[in-house]
Each structure stands twice: as C-alpha cells, then as structure tokens.
C-alpha cells in the first residue's frame, strides 16, 4: 500500500520569495513516480513537476523544483520567487511504475493550502 | 482538442436517489480513476480502472458503481446507499509508467455534487 503524507495543512510566503512544500511518502515498491498538483479555487487540477524513483537528478520545470531524498522518502516542491497566482492547494501524488494489478493507482496525500502575501 | 469532460458541472439530488455522474476521455488513456473531494481535504480514490471491462475499488467505493464499458468513457454512479454523497468529485485519465517516463494523470473539471 502507497501512503502520502502532506503535514502542513496551510502555509504563507511573501511575494517574490521561496516557499518548500513539504511530502513524505510510504511504499514497498522499488519502482514508483511522485507528481505534484495545484489545485486553485476553480477546482481544476493542475500537473506542475515528475520525478522517477530511479532519477538522479532533481526535476524542475521552471519555478518549481521538486527537492527529491529517496532515503528519507521525500519529495518536496520548492516553488522559487513566489506570485500572488501560486496562491492554491497543492497535492503531493504517487504511483507505481510495474505492470500488473494496482499498478495504475495513484495516490494523493491531503495537500497543503499556499497563500502568498502582497 | 484531447482532454477529459465531466458534466455535469453542478448536480443536485434528492436523497434516496441515484445520480450518475458522466466522465469522457479522448486522450486514449487506458486508466480511468474517480476522486471524491471534500472541503478542505485530500483526493480519496473511490474507484479505478486500467482496462475495458475491469475496474477496482478504491479506498472509499461503498456506495458507489462503476461500468468501463468503452475506452473513453467511464461513468460514476452515486447510489442511495451513499449516506452523505455531497462533495466535488474528480475524474482523471492516465497511461502507465515506467520507471523513467511521465505519465501525469489528467483531470477533468469536475462535477459538485449537492445532496437535497
């Protein structure tokens, strides 16, 4: 079974600063991928950054980075230079990478609420 | 263009009956999933499915069915034994993974369900 945990349910940035969201999660599989989501107050969900089990490098995709410690099971999303549009509920995701049975679910943790100051 | 369509929007139901929310991919994906959301909360799984004719339960499937009788089209029915069905609920495609290639789950726009 995959668990995600997400521990800070709210957090607050100043604009034009860096903010780490924090997840954690649990697997016994080797092979596995994390994703973050944003989710704004419209309701849509949002791919932001993937990272692979087997990645060497940290991802990024632009102002998000995704800080990646396998042996802590970590993956936290760094956003850079925060903007008053970051402001939304962003969800931590994981999913195995086998073939077979449950090898499609995908699991969120109960994400962390972002609201970024003027 | 290739995306998921959920509708309706919003829905409101009376209590005691089934509802049956709509959820359309043409992205060929070969999973389906549908998250149910509440109010300050996480997305729960409340069913998916990897292949035509095949589905599994989630972690929150009771009161809940589910048919994948085409590709594209997975639709969600809300029973009556649903104690308290109201909330936002999320469909979302996806093709498998491997251990070095991104495969994102998409997401529809969702559809609020309000009981009555």
């Known amino acids: 079974a995959q668990k995600i945990t997400q521990t800070q349910p709210g957090m607050f940035v100043q604009e034009k600063e860096a903010v780490t969201l924090d997840c954690t999660y649990d697997?016994?599989?080797?092979?596995?991928?994390l994703f973050w989501y944003k989710q704004p107050s419209s309701g849509e969900m949002i791919f932001l950054i993937y990272q692979g089990s087997y990645d060497e490098q940290n991802a990024t995709e632009g102002r998000y980075s995704l800080n990646f410690q396998k042996a802590r099971k970590s993956a936290n999303l760094v956003i850079s230079a925060s903007q008053l549009g970051d402001s939304a509920m962003y969800f931590c995701?994981?999913?195995?990478?086998?073939?077979?049975?449950?090898?499609?679910?995908?699991?969120f943790g109960k994400g962390t609420k972002l609201s970024v100051i003027p | 263009d290739g995306g998921i369509t959920q509708s309706p929007k919003y829905l409101f139901r009376k209590e005691g009956q089934n509802v049956t929310l709509s959820c359309e991919q043409n992205l060929n994906h070969d999973a389906m999933y549908w998250y149910r959301q509440d109010p300050g909360q996480g997305l729960r799984l409340i069913y998916y499915?990897?292949?035509?004719?095949?589905?599994q339960k989630g972690d929150i499937a009771e009161g809940y069915s589910v048919s994948r009788e085409k590709k594209e089209s997975f639709p969600l029915t809300v029973t009556s034994a649903q104690k308290n069905p109201t909330a936002f609920y999320l469909c979302a495609s996806s093709n498998p993974g491997t251990a070095r290639t991104n495969t994102e789950a998409f997401f529809g726009q969702g559809t609020r369900l309000t009981v009555v």
């Open positions: 499915s990897q292949i035509v004719n095949d589905f």
């Open positions: 697997t016994s599989d080797q092979s596995y991928g």
């Open positions: 995701a994981m999913r195995p990478t086998y073939s077979g049975a449950g090898s499609y679910q995908l699991t």
